[in-house]
């Protein structure tokens, strides 16, 4: 009796050797799937990585420029941060400074800044204080700002120099030919100061 009590409590108690090497085999097959799934998963992160960091890149580009040019203000006509616009760079006063508080009018530069030895132009926004932000890189050198004047017309520089323009242009574009890439922003406030304006306060 005491053998054959022991012989049934080694037939019920563990594993056999066939039911462990299916076991083995299952877990193998699971880690296995888990491993090509992880793999696909890197791969497509390292395909998608650069087309989803420019994209990301491209989004707080055109926001925080438009950010900074719907808040154009105009400074009075004698002031210090009167706008003014060239191809490769524009500066005055924005209520939507990319590094102060919002709602004061506060002095800011957009620049495009050409390296000849790595054949690269970068966007460069400085605001109040030599603090200064690399927004965006292109290839190459064709890339410039633009200037509507209320006739609707795209000027390289501002004022246009043809009668009395106001102070502010209607919007500012940023074209990069070789990406195609444009990007185009409204001044949505006055463009001309205030008769009656005495002068401006800036951020500290």
């Known amino acids: 009796m005491h053998i054959k009590g022991c012989a049934r409590c080694r037939s019920v108690a563990g594993f056999t050797v066939l039911e462990m090497l299916v076991v083995l085999v299952v877990v193998g097959l699971i880690a296995i799937s888990l491993f090509e799934g992880v793999g696909r998963l890197n791969d497509m992160s390292w395909r998608l990585g650069p087309f989803l960091q420019r994209s990301e890149r491209d989004r707080l580009t055109k926001l925080w420029f438009r950010q900074s ?10 002031g210090a941060h009167v706008f003014v616009g060239a191809a490769t760079q524009f500066s005055g006063l924005t209520l939507a400074p990319l590094n102060e508080y919002p709602g004061r009018p506060t002095e800011f530069k957009w620049q495009l800044v050409y390296d000849s030895l790595r054949d690269e132009t970068t966007l460069v ?13 292109w290839h190459g050198s064709n890339i410039n700002f633009s ?14 120099g043809i009668g009395q323009a106001a102070q502010l242009p ?14 185009a922003a409204a001044v ?17």
């Open 69 to 78: 040019i719907n808040g154009a203000w105009p400074d009075r006509k004698d």
């Open 125 to 137: 926004y400085t605001g109040f204080g030599p603090w200064a932000l690399e927004v965006r890189q």
């Open 147 to 160: 200037y509507l004047a209320p006739d609707l017309t795209w000027h390289d520089a501002w004022p246009p």
């Open 170 to 183: 209607v919007a500012v574009r940023l074209f990069a030919e070789d990406d195609h890439a444009v990007v």
């Open 188 to 204: 949505k406030g006055a463009t001309d100061p205030s008769l009656d304006r005495e002068g401006v306060l800036l951020a500290h």
